[in-house]
Nanobody
Framework: VQLQASGGGLVQAGGFLRLFCVASGNTGSIDDMAWFRQAPGKQRELVAR???????HYKDSVKGRFTISRDNAKNTLTLQMNNLKPEDTGVYYCNADDPSQLRIGPHGYWGQGTQVTVSS
């Protein structure tokens, strides 16, 4: 499985961005998908997750501002980010679990990352 992320950029506080991730290869067994981010000098953290059946989970600080969604037919994952804040700055990574391959959590598949910078 390969994940290709795109959509990052530079935006002012209060603005919005939409991140995209396209999965290719042997995608038939992908279960949960997620967006993580890593700010400079900090550990990578979970931002939002969507399960195979569409249930969602968000980091508290992004609830009400970010929306994660997936299109299983197109093998895509989207993160709509509204009302962005400077603390949202970081490299955003898409992630996919494949339990059939024991690729779960940090051992799952990762995209290459896309930079999001929010200026104050």
């Amino acid at each position: 499985v390969q994940l290709q992320a795109s959509g990052g950029g530079l935006v002012q506080a209060g603005g919005f961005l939409r991140l995209f991730c396209v999965a290719s290869g042997n995608t038939g067994s992908i279960d949960d998908m997620a967006w993580f981010r890593q700010a400079p000098g900090k550990q990578r953290e979970l931002v939002a997750r969507v399960t195979g059946d569409g249930s969602t989970h968000y980091k508290d600080s992004v609830k009400g501002r970010f929306t994660i969604s997936r299109d299983n037919a197109k093998n895509t994952l989207t993160l709509q980010m509204n009302n962005l804040k400077p603390e949202d700055t970081g490299v955003y990574y898409c992630n996919a679990d494949d339990p059939s391959q024991l690729r779960i959590g940090p051992h799952g598949y990762w995209g290459q990352g896309t930079q999001v910078t929010v200026s104050s």
